[in-house]
């Protein structure tokens, strides 16, 4: 018998084990040994020149390069935006609609484990979808796309809800000088518009 209480031993203390190595993973400290995060975000983002801010959507992959620093790609989208274009007697107007492809480093100071400030930079390429009045088009403005290099840098922070959730919220602010296909008696009216912005947003995270 006695065989047999030994392997009944074995087994009980294997389930013990087991037991002690699933509660430890379950209570894990937030913010331990992610290899980065995916998901999804949404801001609200206003041009410097436009007249009023509107929505942004996005998703997001981000790869933990090091123990503080890590590097997000996301694809996104922006809402329309408006330009108004004063002109003699008138005062026409512009939309414009952003799709941001994006790559941005940060490095994270953390604070206590499951909260970490970070410093943001990074790039990408916007395409912008121009579509002018009826008054701008009269004049030989005509809708078109353009594909534009531009600068971001920002800062934000990240929370940890359990050890497979996080959410962040993060300010930029993006510098674009895209060259619109325009001749010189349409650049005269409609001037040097300005495309910088500034967005405050707020992502969910599933970290892997």
Known sequence: ?????????????????LGTLTASTALAEPGEHHGGDYGVHLAYTKSSGAEDG??????HLEL????????????????EESYAVPLAGS??????????LTLTGRVYLPVVQSFSPFLAAGAGWYNLVHDYSA?????????ETITTF????????????????????????????????????????????DYDSAYVGLGLNLEF
Do not use: C
């Open 135 to 143: 008054g701008l088009e009269a004049l030989g403005a005509k809708d």
């Open 64 to 79: 933990a390069l090091a123990p503080m620093l890590g590097l997000q790609g996301a694809v996104e989208y922006r809402s």
């Open 91 to 100: 005062t026409e107007s512009l939309t414009v609609r952003t799709i941001p």
């Open 150 to 193: 531009g600068w971001h840098a920002g800062l934000g922070a990240k929370y940890y809800l359990s050890p497979v959730l996080s959410i962040a919220g993060e300010g930029r602010y993006t510098f674009l000088d895209p060259n619109r296909n325009l001749d010189g008696s349409v650049r005269d009216d409609i001037g040097e518009l």
């Open 54 to 59: 509107n929505y942004l959507v996005g998703g």
């Open 1 to 17: 018998m006695k065989p047999k209480r030994d392997h009944s031993k074995r087994l009980v203390a294997g389930a013990l084990l």
